[in-house]
């Protein structure tokens, strides 16, 4: 009876905050949330005590990670106020060091006893190997990855939530080609190459504009990295105004960051009108301050993922594993195509909403 309670509160509380935060745009979420949980009258021990969930995150300040942030504490709030969940969210104080994300971690095992852990890996490697090394039989604690992966084959890890990254390069590549009619150049800049999903996001769309856009031309080197030590953002301005000049006609940027698409957008700035007028930016993620960059017609178009719902379902579905549910291995959040020409469009203007942007 407890199990059954459980399922329909978590469902209707679901059904009820969906709507509220991000409208009709997630309606098809409804079926496939309520397949994850445990079917009514399953039996399932509880041992009567409180279930309590950490989510612990690289960051929780900036425009994105605020956002994730947000629809974490909602899932909480509701689920406490639903039948008791305790929970939290934290960041380390210094969002560069990997170490108090360790202890964070450690902490919650230890000294919170958290039934499971919703976790933002702060460095695919060394995460991966402290999870490694760290969980054993007894400490064994599951884990939600939300964002990107974690370098470890260790079992605790349950579920990852994340964007699809590969299929957000592939509509990144179809939007590079249109933005230059099919007849043009592009370049990626990436993060670093130990950073799989946002490689994904310069190999969907090198993949598609290599299969599908036989006058699409790749300059530059094959992904840049602008994370990489040593390299200061003069040094990335300078490579990008390079590339840009290297060649005549049309050209693409298809960086693979916000940070990186307000790079190249400085270092546009600094070209000659005439060079930008040839030359567009595909970029991925969204704030206002992106919005602002869209309208303003800086960038022409971005992929968005969406924080809230991956802060939000990443915890309900922390707890519907605990509660017994069988989750997938991966589960992807929807994501979005934002460009100037279809800002008014209802799927684009839910999506806004979600994102707490007001036009």
């Known amino acids: 009876m407890i199990k059954k309670c459980c399922a329909m509160t978590i469902a209707i509380l679901f059904c009820l905050s969906l709507f509220a935060a991000c409208a009709k745009r997630q309606e098809e979420s409804t079926s496939q949330r309520s397949s994850l949980l445990p079917e009514p009258g399953t039996s399932s021990e509880q041992d009567d005590k409180t279930l309590k969930i950490a989510c612990i995150y690289g960051r929780i300040t900036g425009e994105f990670w605020e956002i994730v942030y947000n629809g974490c504490m909602a899932a909480l709030e509701e689920l406490q106020a639903g039948y008791g969940v305790e929970g939290y969210c934290v960041a380390p104080a210094d969002n560069t060091n990997v170490e108090q994300q360790i ?14 852990i919703v976790l933002s890996s702060m460095n695919a ?17 599951p ?35 249109r933005a230059v009619n099919g007849n043009g150049s592009y370049f990626c800049l990436g993060v670093l190459p130990d950073t799989p999903d946002w490689v994904d996001r310069s ?21 840049y990295w602008m994370g ?7 040094d990335q301005i300078a490579y990008i105004q390079k590339t840009v000049c290297s060649v005549s006609g049309e050209v693409c940027i298809l960086p693979v960051t916000e940070g990186y698409t307000n790079t190249a957008v400085l270092a546009l700035a600094e070209m000659s009108s005439e060079r930008r007028q040839h030359t567009k930016i595909v970029g991925f993620d969204f704030s ?23 802060g939000y379902r990443s915890t309900y579905y922390l707890l519907e594993y605990l509660l017994g549910a069988e989750l997938q291995e991966r589960i992807d959040i929807p994501y979005t195509m ?3 020409e279809n800002l008014q469009e209802e799927a684009v203007q839910e999506y806004l909403v979600c994102m707490g942007i007001s036009l």
């Open 203 to 223: 190999l969907g769309a090198m993949d598609y504009l290599t299969q599908n856009e036989p006058n699409m031309r790749q300059i530059g080197e094959t992904i």
């Open 228 to 234: 990489q030590e040593g390299r200061t953002q003069e």
């Open 125 to 141: 490697a060394q995460i991966g190997s402290f999870i490694t090394e760290y969980f054993q039989v007894d400490n064994w604690t």
């Open 338 to 340: 934002v460009t100037k």
């Open 288 to 310: 206002e301050d992106f919005y602002q960059l869209i309208v303003q017609e800086k960038v022409y178009a971005t992929i968005a993922q969406n924080p809230y719902l991956m």
């Open 143 to 177: 884990v939600i990855l939300i964002d990107r992966s974690c370098n470890t084959d260790s079992d605790v890890i349950v579920s990852k939530v994340l964007s699809d990254t590969y299929a957000m390069g592939i509509e990144a590549g179809k939007q590079a080609a």
């Open 103 to 116: 202890e964070l971690i450690k902490q919650a095992v230890e000294q919170e006893e958290v039934d499971g």
